[in-house]
């Protein structure tokens, strides 16, 4: 019959097998920690490079003549005690509703982390409601931590913000969009956009709209010749 003793040394391996197996699994777990902070701080910087290529582009576009009127808000994404831990930024354009445009327009760069922070995420989302147009309402940019080139940053948030600038035009060009601001040039008989006007003018109470310059020049100068055909 073995011996007692050797059953006690036997459960001993086992638990010191069990304590070094614990104590490497804690040993790996706090190199992936503290590679997780060093990354996170290069994150942070990374964060606010983006922030500074993304900033002046936004302030471009918005004085663009048909997006002076566009709300932006900024959402910080704050983690751990105090938020004091920074983990994304979203950057949301809102464009208010018009004549030309009644749709809800809503586009977004929002900018986080993988999990292990090795790369840091741009997203960029587009909202359109009614939809009568196909457009891409979403794409994403993987920016390593390392190695990242500003430029590439750019590109991708210029081409963003102009292939936003195409769709938002391509509403223009829609009936389903622009049928409740359909106007007849009283001149030329045309129904068209109130969004193409190259002018107005009011006339006995009226205000008429025209679809080139000639037209509004020929009212100009025999408006009642031209009333009588619109009213007819």
């Known amino acids: 019959m073995p011996a ?7 459960l001993a391996a086992e638990v ?7 104590h490497s699994l804690q040993t790996e777990a706090a190199k992936v920690f503290l590679g997780q902070e060093r990354r996170f701080i290069r994150f942070v910087a990374l964060a606010e490079r983006v922030g500074a290529i993304l900033r002046p582009r936004i302030e471009a576009f918005t004085k663009v003549n048909v997006f002076k009127d566009v709300a932006k808000n ?4 704050l983690r751990g005690p105090d938020g004091q831990g920074f983990h994304g930024r979203t950057t949301t354009l809102s464009v208010p ?6 749709a809800k327009v809503e586009l977004s760069f929002r900018l986080g982390h993988d999990g292990p922070i090795e790369n840091a995420v741009m997203d960029y989302h587009l909202d359109i409601l009614p939809i009568f147009i196909k457009f891409d309402s979403h794409d994403q940019l993987v920016i390593p931590i390392d190695g990242f080139s500003e430029d590439a940053i750019a590109a991708w948030i210029d081409d963003k913000l102009v292939g936003f600038t ?3 035009f391509e509403m223009y060009f829609t009936n389903e969009y622009q049928k409740q601001s359909f106007e007849i040039d009283p001149v030329m008989r045309i129904q068209f ?3 193409f006007a190259a ?3 009011e006339y006995q109470g009226r205000t008429y709209h025209f679809y080139t310059k000639e037209s509004f020049q020929a009212f100009e100068r025999a408006p009642s ?8």
């Open 4 to 10: 007692v003793d050797q059953l006690v040394g036997r």
């Open 16 to 22: 010191a097998a069990a304590t070094e197996r614990i």
């Open 74 to 77: 900024v959402s910080l994404e």
């Open 97 to 102: 509703p018009s004549d030309a445009c009644p």
């Open 166 to 168: 195409r769709t938002y």
């Open 193 to 195: 956009p109130r969004a």
């Open 199 to 201: 002018g107005n003018k």
């Open 225 to 232: 010749e031209y009333v009588e055909i619109a009213k007819s």
